[in-house]
């Protein structure tokens, strides 16, 4: 399912990527030494599918690579795409770029 996440990320399925990379994320084996790398990759791309479409559900998710990867390398990146997402869900600049618009109209 990680390569599948990958293939659809990259070609901008990013609905159908996520799905993938949860299945992915399910599969991990604790035990696998390449665990401790390839689960806090797929937090941060769950994140990274979800910032647009659900913001809030994105913010968990960069929440949880933080707080138990916090020596990723993925992590200075999660923390930005946090930043980004507090900005919208605090000030939602979509509203604030809709108002010149109906001014406009008038």
């Known amino acids: ?8 990320f990259c070609g901008g399925s990013l609905e159908a990527a996520a799905k993938f990379y949860g299945e992915a ?13 390839n689960k806090p990759w797929i937090l941060f791309q769950i994140g990274n599918c979800l910032r647009e479409s659900d913001r809030a559900a994105a913010a968990k998710i960069y929440a949880q690579l933080l707080s138990e990867y916090p020596q990723s390398p993925w992590t200075e ?3 930005a795409e946090s930043k980004i997402i507090e900005w919208y869900l605090r ?16």
Do not use: T
């Open 91 to 106: 000030d939602e600049p979509q509203k604030l770029m809709e108002k010149p618009k109906q001014s406009a109209g008038k």
């Open 77 to 79: 990146m999660g923390k």
């Open 25 to 37: 994320l399910k599969r991990v084996d604790p035990n696998d030494p390449n665990a401790s790398e």
């Open 1 to 8: 399912p990680l390569s599948l996440g990958e293939i659809l």
